[in-house]
């Protein structure tokens, strides 16, 4: 969101976990028909990272991001788009050809500096600085990482079977501040 021209995904097969979460980062994301996507850090454990919880909401809206993160089901492409994660949705091998030929409009029909101003302020409308945002989620997913149940899910994923999770609300670190470093 930072980078000054338009960035655009092209997801044409699985995207699930951190495969999803930098697409969010994107402005636009095409997708193929028959993707399958998903935010599975919980069922593996871990709390979704890169402002997954401040940007998704925005896309989808609050009940569907809560669906969706919540319960780290699997999704196809044409879902995506329902919900608002992705922009459209075409067959596998034609989602980088329309990326691109997207890209190479923007870039020959639309003035360098009003893009760059209008990206600077869709993220900045968000309303809250995702840059902090980022920070204090980033606190939060070390540690869930650093728990047994991060262990658990993946050990449970590859082994094909329900997870045994163990974490207790009760050993929850305190909340980040907001004028919190990330150290």
Same mark, same amino acid.
């Given at each position: 969101?930072?980078?000054?021209?338009?960035? &655009?995904?092209? &997801?044409?097969?699985?995207?699930?976990?951190?495969?999803?979460?930098?697409?969010?980062?994107?402005?636009?994301?095409?997708?193929?028909?028959? =993707?399958?996507?998903?935010?599975?850090?919980?069922?593996?454990?871990?709390?979704?990272?890169?402002?997954?919880?401040?940007?998704?909401?925005?896309?989808?809206?609050?009940?569907?991001?809560?669906?969706?993160?919540?319960?780290?089901?699997?999704?196809?492409?044409?879902?995506?788009?329902?919900?608002?994660?992705?922009?459209?949705?075409?067959?596998?091998?034609?989602?980088?050809?329309? =990326?691109?030929?997207?890209?190479?409009?923007?870039?020959?029909?639309?003035?360098?500096?009003?893009?760059?101003?209008?990206?600077?302020?869709?993220?900045?409308?968000?309303?809250?600085?995702?840059?902090?945002?980022?920070?204090?989620?980033?606190?939060?997913?070390?540690?869930?990482?650093?728990?047994?149940?991060?262990?658990?899910?993946?050990?449970?994923?590859?082994?094909?079977?329900?997870?045994?999770?163990?974490?207790?609300?009760?050993?929850?670190?305190?909340?980040?501040?907001?004028?919190?470093?990330?150290?």
């Amino acid at each position: 969101m930072e980078v000054r021209k338009p960035v &655009i995904a092209a &997801i044409n097969g699985p995207a699930v976990g951190a495969g999803l979460t930098w697409p969010l980062q994107t402005d636009i994301r095409y997708v193929a028909h028959d =993707a399958k996507l998903a935010f599975a850090f919980a069922r593996r454990g871990v709390l979704p990272e890169l402002a997954s919880h401040l940007i998704l909401p925005r896309l989808c809206g609050l009940s569907r991001a809560t669906e969706l993160l919540l319960s780290g089901r699997t999704f196809l492409g044409d879902e995506a788009v329902e919900y608002g994660v992705a922009t459209r949705a075409y067959p596998a091998n034609e989602v980088l050809p329309a =990326a691109l030929a997207l890209a190479a409009d923007i870039a020959t029909n639309a003035a360098p500096q009003p893009i760059a101003i209008s990206k600077q302020l869709i993220w900045e409308g968000v309303g809250v600085s995702v840059r902090e945002f980022r920070i204090k989620e980033g606190q939060l997913f070390r540690f869930t990482t650093r728990q047994p149940d991060a262990r658990e899910g993946t050990k449970a994923f590859f082994e094909r079977r329900a997870p045994n999770w163990t974490g207790q609300l009760s050993d929850l670190p305190p909340w980040p501040s907001d004028n919190s470093t990330g150290s």
